[in-house]
């Protein structure tokens, strides 16, 4: 008589209380995480692209060349280095923003569609082709 309790116990407490949990999970718990990662994966990018360096070091002739052609060319070279990190750093951010959003919008449209299929195969007619 124990093994109905406990299969009672799984099918309705554990089963039945982890589809009812899911949503509350996934759009607290889960999406927290997700904003989580998506935020250090964010500051780990800006510590690799070094901006603070970059940017300290602007004016500072390359390959110690202090003629103004050097110079010159020192804050060009620095300057686009910057503008391609700054074009990544936004790309990456845009991906993670998309990946969040999709996070939030999946589960609604996976259920809708599914139910959409459920409620079509029960109630129309199959499709008959000549």
């Known amino acids: 008589m124990q093994g109905t309790g406990s299969l009672a116990r799984l099918l309705f407490v ?5 589809v009812v949990w899911f949503p509350i999970w996934w759009y607290t718990t889960g999406i927290k995480k997700l ?5 250090d994966g964010l500051r780990y990018r800006v510590r690799q692209y070094s901006f603070r360096i970059w940017i300290k070091n602007f004016f500072v002739p ?8 050097g110079r010159l060319i020192s804050v060009f070279m620095r300057f686009v280095v ?10 990456e951010f845009v991906i993670y923003v998309i990946l969040v959003l999709g996070w939030a ?9 599914a ?5 079509a195969g029960s109630f129309l007619p199959p499709v008959t082709t000549p």
Do not use: H, K, T
């Open 82 to 91: 910057l503008v391609g990190r700054s074009i990544a750093l936004v790309a």
């Open 14 to 18: 554990d089963l039945i209380g982890s």
């Open 62 to 69: 390359m390959y110690g060349q202090y003629d103004w052609e």
């Open 105 to 113: 919008i999946v589960p609604p449209v996976a259920f809708f569609m």
């Open 35 to 39: 904003i989580q990662w998506c935020y």
């Open 115 to 119: 139910l959409q299929n459920i409620l």
